[in-house]
């Protein structure tokens, strides 16, 4: 079906002819007059990026987790004015591959710990290069129908997992970010947009949750950051206390948004009793799942994340715990009208793509307009794997941070500092019976860390717990083995005993 008028194909007449390209003496690489390429060339420079890429990921065990540089060491390497002539693809290629890509933290390198790493599996990584290949814009359905439609196959995957009703919508997003902002700002105006909007999190939630308010307008002392207890859950009468003084001194509570995984902890809120909360008070419950939230998809992570089928909006990020190539975001909502009536505009341009009654555009869901087909990256991996294969990776996460949580609690130097929940193991040197002071217990850490940093592959970060340093291991990555683990574990225990012992660090 073409819904576009007759006549619009006269324009292709004049399309130049594509330029052949000449073989360049010196390199044997073709050099182009202007922006296209020979056939034989794509595929010669095409091959030469998946070996590249290939050997990358083989050698990565061999490799440290981390690598980067100093700025002025890149930028002497790197900056320069944009060259008025090319030079061979292949040199560029190179360059990019030796000089500019490795600089980087190895974020699926089996041993990367830090943050939250994960491996995208190949499927996901060609998903990609697909997607640019046909240079799809996702936006309407009218640009994009096929690709329309695979994201509401996703989407609707994704909806079943979480336990939604049928109807629930959403859209792919850049990432968790961006999906609390579409959240926020859904809540923000199916509640009115009222004066003085209050929204309430935990002091564990992520950075980009109270960012993602401010964007959406709401002031800075109008949002809450509710204690959380001592499993690093949001504390339940505490968040009660302070909307109802909210509500005493003319704010507008609109919003809660609860965490399905902390990033330092990997913690999970009182999902249900949030959820019985917000309904009593009249708010909407967004829940940040975008760490912890594919858990889902096993058994125990069901069980872990109860309730989050009861929240308005749920963001998800596929980039993280479901092994996929960064930017696989996701906003679900339970009534997909709050994010069309937030969204949806007129425009006199985009006026033609209006077709049919049952043709959604994701560009009236969210933020962009453009936007790629992120949704290919995950079908293909499902397709080419299955779901049992995503749900025995998934699993692996949980069951290597439960058996590192035993190797900590068994160690006479090492303290656990969290109950693991979804694959995050957060723990600190500190011998028992040794009564070390919290000020010397915090500078063995950060020198423990520095040494983890420098001498040995495995990169892991540390975290703040209710004030106190913590190091901290996420292990989600499909590609770790218990023994990456453990002699992770092992090399912090050899370097605690040694800041110890030389007792740099006690005085
Ligand atoms: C719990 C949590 N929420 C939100 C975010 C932000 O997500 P993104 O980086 O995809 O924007 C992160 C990122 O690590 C996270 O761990």
């Given at each position: 079906?073409k819904?576009?008028v007759?006549?619009?194909d006269e324009?292709?007449?004049?399309?130049?002819?594509l330029?052949?390209g000449?073989?360049?003496?010196?390199?044997g690489?073709?050099v182009?007059?202007?922006?296209q390429?020979p056939?034989e060339?794509?595929l010669d420079?095409?091959?030469?990026?998946?070996d590249?890429v290939?050997?990358?990921i083989?050698?990565?065990?061999?490799?440290?987790?981390?690598?980067g540089?100093?700025?002025q060491?890149?930028e002497?390497?790197?900056m320069e004015?944009?060259?008025?002539?090319?030079?061979?693809?292949?040199?560029v290629?190179?360059?990019v591959?030796?000089e500019?890509?490795?600089w980087?933290?190895?974020?699926?390198?089996p041993r990367?710990?830090?943050?939250v790493p994960?491996?995208p599996?190949?499927?996901?990584?060609l998903?990609d290069f697909m997607?640019?290949?046909?240079?799809?814009?996702?936006?309407?359905?009218?640009?994009?129908?096929?690709?329309?439609?695979?994201?509401?196959?996703?989407?609707?995957?994704f909806?079943?997992w979480?336990?939604?009703p049928?109807?629930a919508?959403?859209l792919?997003?850049?990432g968790?970010s961006?999906?609390?902002?579409?959240a926020?700002?859904?809540?923000?105006?199916s509640?009115?947009h009222?004066?003085?909007?209050?929204?309430?999190m935990?002091?564990?939630?992520?950075?980009?949750?109270?960012?993602a308010?401010?964007?959406?307008?709401?002031?800075?002392e109008?949002?809450?950051m509710?204690?959380s207890?001592e499993?690093?859950?949001?504390?339940?009468?505490?968040?009660a206390?302070?909307?109802a003084?909210d509500?005493?001194?003319?704010?507008a509570?609109?919003?809660?948004?609860?965490?399905?995984g902390t990033a330092?902890t990997g913690?999970?809120?009182r999902?249900?009793?949030?959820?019985?909360?917000c309904a009593?008070?009249?708010?909407w419950?967004?829940v940040?799942?975008a760490?912890g939230?594919f858990?889902?998809?096993?058994?125990?992570?069901k069980?872990?994340l109860?309730g989050i089928?009861?929240?308005d909006?749920?963001?998800?990020d596929?980039?993280?715990?479901?092994f996929?190539?960064?930017?696989?975001?996701?906003?679900?909502?339970?009534?997909e009208?709050t994010l069309?009536?937030?969204?949806t505009?007129?425009?006199?341009?985009l006026?033609?793509?209006?077709?049919?009654?049952?043709?959604p555009?994701?560009?009236?869901l969210?933020?962009?307009?453009s936007r790629s087909?992120?949704?290919?990256k995950?079908?293909m991996?499902v397709?080419?794997?299955?779901?049992?294969?995503f749900r025995?990776?998934?699993a692996?996460g949980?069951?290597l941070?439960?058996?590192?949580?035993?190797?900590v609690?068994e160690?006479?130097?090492l303290?656990a500092m969290?109950?693991?929940t979804?694959?995050?193991?957060c723990?600190?040197?500190?011998?028992?019976?040794?009564?070390?002071?919290?000020?010397v217990?915090?500078k063995?850490?950060?020198?423990?860390?520095a040494r983890?940093?420098w001498?040995?592959?495995?990169?892991m970060?540390?975290?703040?717990?209710?004030?106190?340093?913590?190091l901290?291991?996420?292990?989600?990555?499909?590609?770790?083995?218990?023994?990456?683990?453990?002699?992770?574990?092992?090399?912090?225990e050899?370097f605690?005993n040694?800041?110890?012992?030389?007792?740099d660090?006690l005085?």
């Amino acid at each position: 079906m073409k819904p576009l008028v007759d006549g619009c194909d006269e324009d292709r007449a004049s399309s130049p002819d594509l330029m052949e390209g000449e073989p360049d003496a010196g390199t044997g690489a073709h050099v182009t007059e202007d922006l296209q390429m020979p056939r034989e060339h794509m595929l010669d420079l095409g091959q030469k990026v998946l070996d590249l890429v290939v050997q990358r990921i083989e050698s990565l065990p061999g490799k440290n987790a981390w690598e980067g540089e100093f700025r002025q060491v890149l930028e002497e390497q790197l900056m320069e004015d944009a060259p008025e002539e090319g030079r061979p693809a292949l040199d560029v290629i190179e360059q990019v591959a030796n000089e500019v890509l490795p600089w980087a933290t190895r974020l699926d390198h089996p041993r990367c710990f830090a943050f939250v790493p994960s491996s995208p599996t190949w499927p996901g990584i060609l998903a990609d290069f697909m997607a640019a290949g046909h240079h799809i814009n996702q936006c309407t359905w009218l640009v994009a129908s096929g690709p329309s439609q695979l994201e509401l196959v996703v989407l609707d995957w994704f909806r079943q997992w979480i336990g939604y009703p049928e109807g629930a919508g959403g859209l792919f997003t850049s990432g968790g970010s961006a999906a609390s902002v579409d959240a926020f700002f859904a809540a923000r105006e199916s509640a009115g947009h009222p004066e003085r909007a209050t929204v309430y999190m935990s002091d564990q939630s992520h950075s980009a949750l109270p960012r993602a308010a401010r964007v959406v307008g709401i002031r800075r002392e109008c949002i809450r950051m509710v204690p959380s207890d001592e499993f690093f859950r949001m504390d339940m009468d505490a968040l009660a206390r302070a909307v109802a003084s909210d509500r005493d001194s003319g704010l507008a509570p609109i919003v809660v948004a609860a965490n399905a995984g902390t990033a330092s902890t990997g913690s999970v809120d009182r999902l249900e009793e949030l959820a019985d909360f917000c309904a009593v008070e009249g708010l909407w419950l967004h829940v940040d799942a975008a760490y912890g939230g594919f858990a889902v998809v096993t058994e125990q992570g069901k069980r872990r994340l109860r309730g989050i089928e009861r929240a308005d909006s749920v963001g998800l990020d596929a980039h993280k715990w479901f092994f996929q190539p960064y930017e696989a975001g996701c906003l679900l909502v339970k009534d997909e009208n709050t994010l069309k009536d937030a969204f949806t505009m007129g425009t006199d341009v985009l006026q033609d793509t209006i077709w049919g009654a049952n043709h959604p555009n994701f560009s009236d869901l969210g933020l962009q307009l453009s936007r790629s087909v992120r949704a290919l990256k995950v079908w293909m991996s499902v397709q080419t794997f299955g779901m049992a294969a995503f749900r025995r990776a998934v699993a692996k996460g949980m069951e290597l941070s439960g058996r590192a949580e035993t190797y900590v609690r068994e160690s006479p130097i090492l303290e656990a500092m969290n109950v693991v929940t979804l694959g995050i193991v957060c723990f600190r040197i500190n011998p028992a019976d040794d009564g070390l002071d919290e000020a010397v217990l915090d500078k063995v850490n950060r020198t423990v860390l520095a040494r983890m940093f420098w001498d040995d592959p495995a990169f892991m970060s540390s975290t703040t717990l209710h004030g106190v340093f913590a190091l901290r291991m996420c292990i989600i990555n499909h590609t770790t083995t218990w023994d990456d683990v453990r002699e992770t574990l092992e090399a912090v225990e050899r370097f605690g005993n040694e800041t110890l012992t030389k007792g740099d660090a006690l005085v």
